[in-house]
């Protein structure tokens, strides 16, 4: 009978290893939890233009997160790039799922409200929000893997060898897709203001 | 400064940025710093979560406290195993409230519901949660109905012996699970207690058929189990594995029979197991029987094979020659009263009517195939095609295969057969699209000519307008050859699916064909005369529900092994999508990001034993791209990839790393004639010539920096190599090299299995052949060489050797006595059950099974 040396996929695209940092406490966990909480936030939020939706996957995405800790080895990888693995995966998914588009259509109104600045003033905030969605609107107009390496750069927070991880790639792949992605973001803000 | 320096240099100035520095490297000029500035701004935009989101994390941290401290490295006694009936309701309640307590609902809400819940398990009893999962209910196989002689057979249900399918014939598809086409429940049956003199199924796959007494043949579904005296027998695409009660395991492949003679457990004497094997493959896995009394035989029409505490193949081929190979132990061979001993990493050939050979070394791996013809190169090696090789799917250069052979007393290997896993990609392309015209030499999908000929697969039916997708390759100038053209499915009827399998069963509204039930309605095509053990193609669509309803079941061609469906991923590495297991291989190309629960699209290969090997998983996007292809990048200025000119814009995603001449993959949509490219990435493919041989010998010779071997090959220790075990000289050896992406071969690993009882001289010089060994020499296995202690040839002598009657080299004699071997056979034992027979005992059956039509 024939025999097969089956390879495992993953030995295909070969996986960067980064040393972890030791066996972690229970409230270490959960002070990553926390920590993470808004990154997590931050990178739903980036790509949804709901805020319902957007704590409704954040919380499906921790959830999944906690329960599937067993799969976590401290000394095998960043918790960043774990978690963000999980979430983007969840992410995909529920593109796939919903057939949503990435553009944007954002409202930060709660967001602002819920940290306002006190040196500034309600007229400040209000061009502030403008830029934001103004910015995000651009962002949303971006190929799909540039806006999602800049919503994980810059929402949750990775460097570019926690986006490779969790992507897969190279991390020379992920800063040039930074720089290209930043280009286009600043050539469209630049046409939206002329127009 | 080109653009990777530039994404440093801005990577740089953003970590700095981030950390509130403002150390702008040296190069860093005015574009850059705006760029750093931007990213900055998109840094401030963090949404903060609110208050409830913060207090519904911290209930998520309580609920999972007990996955937290197993994370963390402690166990704790609390954790969440299911009250059983009759436990403490204060128990039920903290579970429950803890379950519930991990979800964002109302506090007053989630009390009410846990109590009508608590009410309710109250009286039926509680469910398992946490580590415990609730399995499915599958009949005990002895509630199976038996379909009386000559009844059509009916369809499997999953849940409960008596429920049958509902379908109509002319319309609603089964009452499936949501996610998966319908399976056999076979596989997870529940156990049923095996009679003392009887042979335990398990993985029952496809077409797998007891005869019992009577004379019948039954399905194996009807019990897990066969008697000795009784036959069993499988079907194309199929296989069962036979547990024998002292842990033996023989797995039975395709198109098998055997007849299981005696079985003899140990507590009633030495164990004995004996079969016949009349066709087919099969793989033994034997268990040393207490104080090495006892045997397990395994007999063919030209050969047997005694084997005590092994691990062997048994393969008859089709001319009922028989190759015995070894995989652990040692297997005497014996066949006209003549016998030889196989020990690990060997082989023995037996045919019709002659002594078996002398055993030789086995060759075997998996690869990309780099040369075919008389000689083929798989994974760097050189395999000499023969008049017996048997090469299985028709693979081509660039393909993975599988190999396995022999190696001659020369080191010339010989490939005994070859399988196509998986085909490459390079050169093929993938187009969906709808038909715009149908010519007879080409037709016209979505805007680009595609040329047909007689070999292309064309489903039936198919009209202008219809949406469709078109596998084929792309020739010299981009020209495109279609080799299937499919029905894509629509959004009202579902997406399409391509089947290869067995029939196992049929009525008119359902067919179980390779363990999944297909539906049929009124407009469903199928051959006539398709009865169980007929190899089918099944095209149709998988509905809504998950169901598969067929479109056509026709009998598949011999070539015919390709598969495609959609489904829900259940499993990761090993991949199982919609029910249904999945080999991968360096080849298989996986979307980034699948998970389980995804839905994804699946294409590849079913194999001879039915195992299904994937070729691609990738999403399923049902809007999405309209091609895909991996070509050659021939130009970058205005881009063309192996002949196809492509549109490339500001939006195409060009991946680093991607150059001329450098292999890419495409995907991208059609705009009427023009191929947009959305997408332009290295391909991942295995590479020139790459995979791994294993390869068995002896070996003649060690020393602090080399060891060689009686193939003569010189191996260098140390560096890359693993050594395994003792390397001496007698050593027998499993040698594995591989070859990378390069095309470099590097031996990797040493592994000593066992050792001869006299160890080979070396081997003499020989002279180097000049020409190309001819692919039409005999099969004829040459055996190693005898050590020789002068010039006289080597005559036979027949000895006694530890109770087993065998023939040796004359020169081999002094070694044998030295150990207390005798001259002549071995005495005829007075208590058989203490020994194997020495004579070749005669099959009890006719020997030509006859195969239904």
Same mark, same amino acid.
Request: no cysteine; hydrophobic share 30%.
């Given at each position: 009978m024939v025999q097969y040396t089956r390879k495992p996929v993953s030995e295909v695209r070969p996986r960067g290893k980064r040393a972890g940092t030791g066996p972690l406490s229970v409230s270490e966990i959960e002070e990553l939890f926390r920590e993470y909480h808004p990154k997590v936030y931050a990178y739903v939020r980036y790509r949804l233009g709901d805020d319902q939706e957007a704590e409704d996957l954040t919380a499906d995405i921790l959830e999944r997160a906690l329960s599937r800790l067993?799969?976590?080895d401290a000394q095998k990888g960043a918790f960043s790039t774990w978690l963000f693995s999980i979430a983007h995966n969840m992410w995909v998914n529920y593109v796939k799922k919903?057939?949503?588009?990435?553009a944007l259509q954002v409202d930060y109104t709660a967001a602002v409200e819920n940290h306002?600045?006190?040196?500034?003033?309600p007229e400040q905030d209000v061009l502030r929000q403008e830029q934001t969605e103004q910015m995000l609107s651009c962002l949303g107009t971006l190929p799909e893997r540039q806006q999602e390496i800049l919503t994980l750069r810059f929402?949750?927070?990775?460097s570019n060898r926690e986006i490779a991880h969790v992507l897969d790639m190279n991390e020379r792949t992920v800063s040039v897709y930074i720089l290209r992605a930043l280009r286009k973001l600043r050539q469209q803000l630049a046409e939206d203001e002329a127009r | 400064m080109n653009d990777h320096e530039r994404a440093r240099a801005l990577s740089v100035l953003l970590d700095a940025a981030s950390c509130g520095?403002?150390? =702008?490297?040296?190069? =860093?000029d005015g574009e850059l710093r705006a760029l750093a500035a931007l990213g900055s701004a998109l840094g401030d935009l963090r949404a903060e979560p609110g208050a409830a989101q913060r207090a519904a994390l911290e209930r998520m941290l309580q609920a999972h406290r007990a996955d937290i401290a197993r994370a963390a490295g402690r166990r704790e006694a609390t954790r969440r195993e299911a009250p059983r009936p009759g436990a403490s309701m204060a128990g039920a309640l903290a579970g429950l409230r803890a379950w519930f307590s991990g979800?964002?609902?109302p506090a007053a809400v989630g009390a009410l519901v846990v109590m009508l819940i608590i009410a309710v398990l109250a009286l039926v009893g509680l469910p398992g949660r946490g580590g415990q999962e609730t399995m499915a209910r599958v009949p005990s196989p002895t509630a199976m109905p038996v379909p009386a002689a000559g009844a059509t057979p009916t369809p499997r249900a999953v849940?409960?012996?008596?429920q049958e399918p509902t379908i109509e014939p002319s319309e609603t598809p089964l009452a499936g699970p949501a996610t998966r086409p319908t399976l056999s429940p076979t596989s997870t049956a529940t156990p049923v207690a095996i009679p003392p003199s009887a042979v335990a199924l398990h993985h029952v796959r496809g077409i797998v058929e007891i005869q019992g007494a009577d004379g019948r043949w039954e399905p194996a579904g009807a019990r897990p189990f066969v008697r000795a005296g009784e036959d069993i027998r499988t079907g194309a695409l199929s296989g069962v594995e036979m547990a024998f009660d002292d842990g033996s395991v023989a797995r039975v492949g395709a198109d098998a029979q055997i007849t299981v003679d005696r079985l003899q457990p140990a507590e009633t004497g030495a164990r004995a197991i004996e079969l016949t094997q009349w066709q087919g493959e099969s793989e033994h896995t034997v268990a040393r029987a207490e104080d090495n009394h006892g045997w397990y035989v395994v007999r063919t029409p030209s050969g047997t094979g005694t084997a005590v505490g092994t691990a062997f193949q048994v393969r008859v081929t089709p001319a009922l020659a028989s190759w015995f190979s070894i995989d652990e132990g040692t297997v005497r061979v014996s066949n006209l009263g003549s016998s030889v001993v196989a020990t690990a990493g060997q082989a023995a050939l037996s045919r019709m009517a002659e002594a078996p050979g002398q055993p030789v070394y086995r060759v075997r791996g998996e690869g990309e195939v780099t040369e075919t013809g008389p000689v083929w190169r798989i994974a760097g090696q050189a395999f000499v095609v023969y008049e017996a090789s048997t090469v299985v799917g028709d693979p081509q250069v660039g393909d993975w295969v599988s190999v396995e052979g022999h190696v001659d007393g020369s080191g010339t290997r010989y490939a005994d057969r070859i399988v196509l896993l998986t085909r490459s990609a390079i050169a093929h392309v993938r187009l969906t699209g709808g038909v715009d015209a149908i010519g007879a030499t080409a037709w016209t999908i979505a805007g680009q000519q595609v040329t047909i000929t007689p070999e292309t697969d064309i489903e039936e039916?198919?009209?202008?307008?219809d949406a469709v997708s078109v596998d084929g390759t792309i020739e010299a100038g981009g020209t495109l050859v279609a080799e299937h053209i499919l029905y894509?499915?629509?959004?009202?009827?579902g997406e399409a699916f391509s089947y290869v399998g067995v029939v196992q069963s049929a009525s008119k509204s359902a067919w179980m064909i390779s363990d999944v039930q297909i539906a049929l309605n009124g407009e469903t095509a199928t051959d006539v005369?398709?009865? =169980?053990g007929s190899v089918v193609l099944v095209r149709g669509n998988v509905l809504e529900d998950g169901s598969w309803l067929a479109r056509s079941i026709r009998r598949a061609s011999?070539?015919?092994r390709t598969f495609e469906f959609v489904g829900e991923v259940e499993?990761?590495?090993p991949w199982t999508v919609a029910g249904i297991d999945l080999r991968t291989d360096p080849y298989t190309v996986v979307d980034e990001g699948?998970?389980?629960?995804d839905r994804v699209r699946v294409q590849g290969l079913v194999l001879d034993d039915g195992t299904r090997v994937a070729e691609a998983i990738k999403w399923?996007?049902?809007?999405?791209?309209a091609f895909a292809f991996v070509g050659t990048v021939e130009?970058?200025?205005?881009w063309q990839v192996s002949g196809i000119a492509l549109a490339v814009d500001d939006d195409t995603e060009i991946d680093p790393?991607?150059?001329?001449d450098g292999l890419v993959r495409v995907t991208g949509h059609l705009a009427g004639t023009e191929w947009v490219a959305e997408r332009i990435e290295p391909a991942m493919e295995a590479g020139e010539g790459a995979g791994c041989i294993r390869q068995y010998s002896v070996v003649t010779k060690v020393d602090a920096g080399q060891v060689a071997l009686l193939d003569g090959a010189t191996l260098t220790r140390g560096g890359t190599m693993v050594e395994e075990g003792t390397l001496e000289r007698g050593a027998v050896v499993e040698v594995e090299a591989c070859t990378d992406r390069s095309g470099s071969t590097h031996v990797v690993r040493i592994t000593v299995l066992s050792h001869v009882d006299v160890p080979p001289l070396e081997r003499p010089p020989l002279e180097v052949p000049t020409d190309t060994p001819s692919?039409? =020499?005999?099969?004829s296995p040459v055996a190693p060489p005898s050590p020789t202690t002068g010039d006289e040839p080597a005559g036979k002598v027949t000895i006694c050797h530890n109770g087993q009657t065998i023939e040796i080299s004359t020169d081999a004699w002094p070694a044998h006595e030295a150990i207390g071997d005798t001259m002549g056979p071995c005495p005829e034992p007075d208590d058989r059950s203490a020994n194997p027979p020495t004579k070749e005992p005669k099959p009890t059956k006719a020997p030509k099974p006859t195969k239904t039509k």
């Open positions: 067993a799969t976590y919903w057939k949503r588009q990435s306002p600045d006190p040196k500034t003033s929402a949750g927070q990775l | 520095q403002d150390g =702008a490297p040296p190069e =860093a979800w964002r609902l849940d409960g012996p008596t039916g198919l009209q202008v307008g894509r499915g629509d959004s009202v009827l005369d398709l009865p =169980a011999s070539q015919q499993q990761v590495d699948i998970g389980e629960d399923d996007d049902r809007d999405g791209l130009r970058m200025d205005s790393g991607v150059d001329v692919p039409v =020499a005999g099969p």
